[in-house]
Nanobody, 128 residues
Framework: QVQLVESGGGLVQAGGSLRLSCAAS??????????MGWFRQAPGKEREFVAA????????YYADSVKGRFTISRDNAKNTVYLQMNSLKPEDTAVYYC???????????????????WGQGTQVTVSS
């Protein structure tokens, strides 16, 4: 009952920036608070946590690899979560996935199994 659609991926040079968007829709998302997260998966590697934000946006958490460079935010009025990516590195190249989970509190999850809904992914390629 929740659909997530990522956008904003593309090709960028190292040191550049991109902003990913995740548009959420569906009756479940509209009726319940949802914690949101971003994950990424590079070829031949496991999916890894990138960033998470609580249902109200009051709490955020980042993987060490992106801390200080990426910013997760949300606009609940627009049912959209964003990932601002600055100072991009070639190792950031991956398919980026948006995910959501029902939440009764301001907690966040950093494990994939904590999320119930996933987008289709958007490719981010950082050239060197």
């Amino acid at each position: 009952q929740v659909q997530l659609v990522e956008s904003g991926g593309g090709l960028v040079q190292a040191g550049g920036s991109l902003r990913l968007s995740c548009a959420a829709s569906g009756s479940t998302f509209s009726s319940y608070g949802m914690g949101m997260g971003w994950f990424r998966q590079a070829p031949g590697k496991e999916r890894e946590f990138v960033a998470a934000i609580s249902r109200s946006g009051g709490r955020t958490y980042y993987a060490d690899s992106v801390k200080g460079r990426f910013t997760i935010s949300r606009d609940n009025a627009k049912n959209t979560v964003y990932l601002q990516m600055n100072s991009l590195k070639p190792e950031d190249t991956a398919v980026y996935y948006c995910a959501a989970h029902p939440a009764q509190s301001e907690g966040v999850f950093v494990f994939s199994k904590g999320y119930d809904y996933w987008g289709q992914g958007t490719q981010v390629t950082v050239s060197s």
